[in-house]
């Protein structure tokens, strides 16, 4: 089966079309830094035209040798001065690189700094869903493994191609008084080595992006075997060989295709450079019967040669920069493709609500997860007014946390409304709505700073202020196991610091308690399983002491210990994302329904 003429040209153009992101590559240097991108460019020209200078001045020498070696009265203070001139020329080039170099190093430190700032920056903008979806952290682990490189190389390799076309240009002018074909061979000579290295380069980007999936495993099975969170059950259940066998394996697979490649590369790389090397000697032959023929001087077959050589050179050097150019732009499309990732637009402004009585509502809200079928939440309704509780019941899965998600606009419904003071929260300026809401997660985050900052993550705008941890930690239940600290709340937390100290799951859940009150002007208080960690005795008293903290507040709170839910004002039971039952505690018992059964089993295991 042939290709058609319709597929060759677009492949062609899609082969040209990678090359649009140069100029975005060249933009984002400049922007990083105008002088050292300037410094850089001007040190390139210089670095393209003194090698030509240096072989003419070489010839000038050698002829110069050569007369006087016949004259009867030779004169030999010019050849030395053209020894000096070429001595200085040298030492320029020599200078010209090492700030090539040292310009490289410092716009890669600078570059990389930058492309991974717009990285992060980028996530910070996505939805939850994005990081739920592994489709997208393909995108973002292709992004962040070359995009912080690729754009400084691509224009180190622009430059590069710069210098090198001035350079041939400069040999081109010498080499054509001797004869225009040695120009043409020189070019021609070097065209199938470029073809087998574009033809390569593509495919191993291809094959870059086929191992992602693959590569975030290897990724993932590293932080399990070698990070404190996971070596507990690594050791206990006897899962590090299994685990270091997969790791293995999956290398095994990479590696395969990454020797078929390689073998590929380098095998054709030398059968095509064979055509390089017999033009070269070709030409070696040409000018050296030439000279032989008294065509031209010896100075000048020592010039043509070195021309020839370094003009060959440069055609290589050429040829490979545009190939990797083409490899580059292939890269940074990965970053570019992250960065342009769409995001629905948060631009509600609205600081206030019209009815402020009417707290939170949800009204006929939906949800499905992106790629699925099924609805976490369907058709769900209801209302928490200031002043009341809400506590949500039901299995593992039932679309409790997905809830609490809808609430704080970490994702969007697929249908109906979530309003906040009569007003839906697409309208909220979204940084008013976050310092309404204080959460503890079940899966909280156990950041690895001072136990000041773990609590102050709750309210950046308080994040420093030493006061606000300690009325927080009062409210949150953790001032006294923080008081007895060896650093108080200058205490590191965490293993992987220097003298960081680990707490206990339920001094955790105290510090994630403390964190949530850090936000005082919150009026919407959600605790999903925030006492999963402690035992009965203490969570009654968390929830007692809760209780007390927010009669003010609207509060939510999803626990699997239905003691702790009887006092909530409101129940709701939720079962395959809809609501079953609702009520109180009285009611619902009375109602001798699920949420009934639900508790007589659980009461059953106290008695």
């Known amino acids: 089966m042939t290709d058609s003429p ?25 922007t990083t830094s105008r002088s050292l991108t300037l410094a850089l460019a001007v040190l390139t020209v210089l670095a393209g035209v003194l090698p030509a200078a240096i072989a003419y001045v070489g010839k000038l020498i050698v002829d110069g040798v050569v007369a006087a070696i016949n004259a009867t009265d030779p004169d030999t203070r010019g050849v030395f001065l053209l020894i000096l001139f070429e001595a200085g020329i040298v030492i320029a080039l ?24 717009m990285i992060l920056e980028k996530a910070l903008t996505l939805q939850l869903t994005h990081f739920e979806d592994s489709e997208f952290y393909d995108k973002l682990t292709q992004a962040r493994r070359e995009a912080s490189s690729r754009p400084l190389s691509l224009v180190n390799r622009t430059f590069g191609l710069a210098q090198n076309a001035l350079s041939l240009t400069s040999y081109a002018i010498l080499l054509f008084a001797f004869s225009p074909w040695a120009v043409l061979i020189l070019i ?8 087998a290295e574009a033809k390569f380069s593509g495919d191993r980007f291809r094959l870059f992006r086929w191992r992602s999936p693959d590569t975030r495993m290897q990724m993932y099975l590293e932080s399990v075997i070698a ?15 299994r685990l270091l066998k997969r790791y293995q394996d999956i290398f095994h697979k990479l590696f395969k295709e990454d020797r078929k490649l390689t073998l590929q590369r380098d095998g054709w790389g030398f059968v095509l450079g064979l055509i390089s090397t017999t033009a070269f000697y070709g030409a070696y032959a040409w000018i050296v019967f030439a000279t032989i023929n008294r065509e031209i001087t010896l100075g000048a077959m020592t010039m043509y040669l070195v021309l020839f050589r370094q003009g060959q050179s440069a055609v290589t050097a050429i040829l490979s920069a545009v190939s990797g150019m083409y490899e580059d732009n292939l890269y940074i499309s990965n970053l570019y493709e992250y960065l342009e990732q769409p995001v629905i637009s948060r631009s509600g402004a609205a600081q206030q609500g019209p009815d402020p009585g009417r707290g939170l509502e949800l009204d006929h809200v939906s949800f499905t997860y992106p790629g699925s079928d099924t609805k976490a939440l369907d058709d769900v309704s209801l209302q928490i007014r200031p002043g009341e509780s809400l506590a949500v019941v039901g299995e593992n899965g039932s679309g409790k946390t997905t809830l609490i998600k809808l609430i704080t606009r970490l994702y969007e419904p697929s249908s109906g409304h979530v309003l906040l003071d009569g007003l839906d929260l697409s309208e909220w300026n979204i940084e008013t709505l976050r310092q309404r809401v204080g959460v503890i997660f079940q899966d909280f985050g156990r950041y690895q700073f001072t136990v000041g900052e773990n609590i102050g993550a709750g309210d950046v705008r308080h994040m420093d202020k030493p006061e606000r941890w300690a009325d927080a930690a009062v409210s949150g239940m953790a001032a006294p196991f923080i008081n007895e600290l060896p650093g108080g709340y200058e205490t590191q937390l965490g293993r992987w610091f220097k003298d960081g100290r680990e707490l206990s799951g339920g001094q955790w859940q105290k510090i994630a308690l403390s964190r949530a009150f850090m936000r005082s002007d919150a009026d919407i208080l959600v605790l999903d399983e925030p006492t999963a960690s402690m035992d009965a005795g203490s969570e009654a008293a968390v929830f007692e002491h809760f209780r ?52 007589k089993l659980q009461a059953r295991g106290y008695q």
């Open 6 to 30: 319709g597929a060759d040209v677009g492949l062609l153009r899609r082969s040209l079309g990678v090359f649009a992101y140069s100029r975005r590559a060249l933009e984002l240097v400049w």
């Open 94 to 117: 020599a200078a010209c690189q090492r700030g090539i170099s040292a310009s490289q190093s410092l716009l890669r430190a600078l570059l990389g700094q930058r492309v991974n700032v």
């Open 188 to 195: 021609i000579a070097g065209l199938p080595s470029f073809f």
């Open 227 to 241: 990070r404190e969170d996971g070596v507990k059950e690594v050791k206990l259940f006897q899962l590090g060989p």
């Open 548 to 599: 007390q903290m927010s009669k003010n507040k609207m509060t939510i709170l999803i626990s699997h210990r239905f003691s702790t839910v009887r006092a909530a004002d409101q129940i709701v039971v939720i079962h395959n994302g809809k609501i079953r039952e609702r009520g109180n505690h009285q009611s619902l018992m009375a109602d001798d329904g699920h949420y009934a059964h639900l508790f």
